[in-house]
């Protein structure tokens, strides 16, 4: 028996859920599609919002043959199969070839298309979990246009999921009577994937089919069917790069809700690590010198976590993130390092001045290695006024005080101190 997202896969785009930016009414994808003119796409998006059904779509409005291959499965030979048909009375008007997961083809796999693509005889149609910008070869993405599928709103998954309700009723004659709330947690637990949604609709109703006249879904089955299934997280994939990202903006935001939220979501991947080095790399980039002791804070509660591991490792992880989410933040010593290597990169570095080179060993004066170099503690607040930087840099300013409390206090400190060298 085919599954019900089979079954009721839409037959035409006013059927398909989401996907309004593209596929609505005046949508650009809609448009291209109703002009029969066929250029070469990449589909972009999660699974189980629409990306093979609308090529299935695109496939039955053409003339050409369609020829469908799965990247994790296909090899060199299939394509080759493919080209061999070429000109030939098997496919006289070109082939449509419509190629899901391209990101699990080798470059040279991609390449073998590209001649083929330049002159029209295929058109590529080819979907992708992954971002096509990273995963698909350049010469790829510039013969094709790229869309953005994205995952389907609860409310939408709603229409798809009351059209399989209808159909089941009608095609096993049954009642089904859905408990209040059963039906909307299914359509805001699938997170967006229509097979899911409709996988666990499945799932449910057959556990009560042939039991009673009527089939009840409760919301106990559907949350039990459900669980995580709202989840997208794969730690080599898009989703885990997004809400890494996400997790240290909002920190950086100074947004412990949404911090606390990305968190939550890492964790819930099963993943311990991520999180901590992110939150490490934190307390330095957008703490930094407005809070230094956020290092050592964040420090002892990684330790922490590591130690007692999941679940328990939420709890001081939790602390570490709303702590450093609403510490005063200050990013001048990412901008002064990075600024010190910019100058380096661009070939300015220079000779060390001979006052602060080292001259610990027999000859270093005959050298003039350190003869004018005055140690800072022989003189009053522990400072003297001398040269550091190369010649060639001697008036560069990398570090510039950060407007916070800490490097503020600092900043009056030294003025204070350099205005009396002077004097």
């Not at 093979?52 to 499965?73: E, P």
């Not at 080209?83 to 796999?109: H, R, S």
């Not at 997004?242 to 947004?255: P, Y």
């Not at 290597?341 to 602060?356: F, Q, V, W, Y």
Request: net charge negative; aromatic share 8%.
């Amino acid at each position: 028996m085919r599954p019900l997202a089979d079954e009721l896969r839409p037959s035409n785009l006013d059927e398909i859920c989401g996907q309004e930016h593209i596929l609505g009414e005046g949508g650009l994808l809609r448009r291209i599609i109703e002009s029969g003119e066929i250029p070469n796409m990449i589909f972009y998006g999660p699974s189980g919002i629409g990306k093979t059904t609308v090529a299935n779509l695109i496939a039955n409005r053409t003339q050409r043959k369609l020829f469908r291959l799965n990247a994790t499965t296909a090899s060199s030979a299939d394509i080759k199969e493919i080209i061999g048909q070429l000109d030939t009375l098997l496919a006289p008007n070109g082939v449509l070839l419509y190629l899901d997961e391209i990101q699990y083809f080798n470059k040279k796999q991609q390449q073998t298309l590209l001649e083929h693509m330049e002159s029209g005889k295929i058109i590529l149609i080819a979907s992708t979990t992954e971002n096509p910008y990273f995963y698909v070869y350049n010469a790829i993405l510039s013969r094709a246009t790229v869309f953005e599928f994205k995952p389907v709103s609860p409310e939408a998954a709603m229409k798809a999921i009351r059209r399989a309700v209808s159909y089941l009723q009608e095609q096993y004659h049954v009642e089904v009577a859905a408990e209040e709330g059963a039906l909307e947690h299914i359509a805001s637990a699938c997170g967006g994937d229509i097979r899911k949604a409709m996988n666990a609709l499945e799932l449910v109703f057959r556990a009560g089919y042939g039991m009673a006249e009527q089939v009840k879904i409760t919301l106990e089955d559907v949350v039990t069917v459900s669980q995580k299934s709202a989840m997208r997280y794969d730690r080599d994939g898009d989703s885990h790069y997004d809400i890494l990202s996400a997790f240290q903006k909002s920190i950086r935001g100074s947004d412990p809700d949404a911090a606390v939220h990305y968190l939550a979501r890492l964790l819930e991947g099963g993943d311990l690590a991520s999180p901590c080095r992110r939150m490490l790399v934190t307390a330095s980039e957008d703490i930094g010198l407005a809070y230094p002791q956020a290092i050592a804070i964040v420090k002892a509660c990684v330790d922490a976590a590591f130690q007692l591991g999941l679940p328990e490792a939420r709890i001081p992880l939790a602390q570490a993130v709303i702590f450093l989410a609403t510490c005063p933040k200050s990013n001048s010593a990412i901008c002064a390092i990075d600024a010190a290597m910019g100058d380096l990169k661009r070939g300015k570095n220079g000779e060390i001045p001979a006052c602060l080179q080292d001259a610990h060993y027999a000859g270093a004066g005959k050298l003039g290695r350190g003869l004018t170099y005055q140690y800072p503690h022989n003189y009053p607040n522990h400072y003297y006024p001398q040269q550091y930087l190369p010649d060639e840099l001697k008036d560069v300013q990398y570090y510039t005080y950060g407007n916070n409390k800490f490097e503020q206090a600092c900043k009056k400190y030294w003025d204070e101190i350099k205005k009396q060298s002077k004097t």
